[in-house]
């Protein structure tokens, strides 16, 4: 089954710390995140290929701990 979002009780428990659902939900948008952090590399012949930003992509992975930890759900 192929998930557009991930679902409300996955959000909440990370909201109230699960270790186990903040990396649920990370390795949820693991695919997005290593997409957006795509870059060109140049080797030394000048040859060209795309490759991850492992510090750019830390930094997301980062901004979005953050946000899990920070998020309110209101009733």
């Given at each position: 089954?192929?998930?557009?979002h991930?679902?409300?009780?996955?959000?909440?428990?990370?909201?109230d710390?699960?270790?186990?659902?903040?990396?649920?939900?990370?390795?949820?948008?693991?695919?997005?995140?290593?997409?957006?952090?795509?870059?060109?590399?140049?080797?030394?012949?000048?040859?060209?290929?795309?490759?991850?930003?492992?510090?750019?992509?830390?930094?997301?992975?980062?901004?979005?701990?953050?946000?899990?930890?920070?998020?309110e759900?209101?009733?």
């Amino acid at each position: 089954m192929n998930k557009t979002h991930p679902s409300f009780y996955l959000i909440s428990s990370a909201v109230d710390g699960n270790i186990n659902s903040i990396e649920k939900l990370l390795q949820f948008y693991e695919p997005y995140i290593s997409k957006c952090c795509l870059r060109p590399f140049y080797d030394e012949y000048g040859n060209v290929c795309v490759v991850v930003d492992m510090e750019l992509k830390g930094r997301i992975r980062e901004a979005l701990l953050k946000m899990i930890c920070e998020f309110e759900i209101e009733e």
